[in-house]
């Protein structure tokens, strides 16, 4: 199994940008995936997540409203639009997976939020 994560950067307040995460080792379409983040000093916490067919997203209060995430199961890719980014946002964002009873992460990517 492996998460690879892209798309960080350093965006301004305001900005937006679109994380990927591209999965291999495991058949994609038929599990739920989530992304995390996780801040300085700060536990991880979950992001958002969606089932296996992409019909059902849940999502964190902080990012309600600005985060949308979405799948592509041909391409074996979730993905993470962050629109209206704020400087809390600022963290290492994981994609994550739980495939027979074990946690699979990326290797993270950094959003950093600032003017």
């Known amino acids: 199994v492996q998460l690879v994560e892209s798309g960080g950067g350093l965006v301004q307040p305001g900005g937006s940008l679109r994380l990927s995460c591209a999965a291999s080792?495991?058949?994609?379409?038929?599990?739920?995936m989530r992304w995390y983040r996780q801040a300085p000093g700060k536990e991880r916490e979950l992001v958002a997540g969606?089932?296996?067919?992409?019909?059902?997203?849940n999502y964190a209060d902080s990012v309600k409203g600005r985060f949308t995430i979405s799948r592509d199961n041909a391409k074996k890719t979730v993905y993470l639009q962050m629109n209206s980014l704020k400087p809390e946002d600022t963290a290492v964002y994981y994609c994550?997976?739980?495939?027979?009873?074990?946690?699979?992460w990326g290797q993270g990517t950094q959003v950093t939020v600032s003017s």
């Open positions: 969606i089932t296996s067919t992409g019909g059902i997203t």
């Open positions: 080792g495991f058949t994609f379409s038929s599990y739920f």
């Open positions: 994550h997976a739980i495939i027979r009873f074990h946690d699979y």
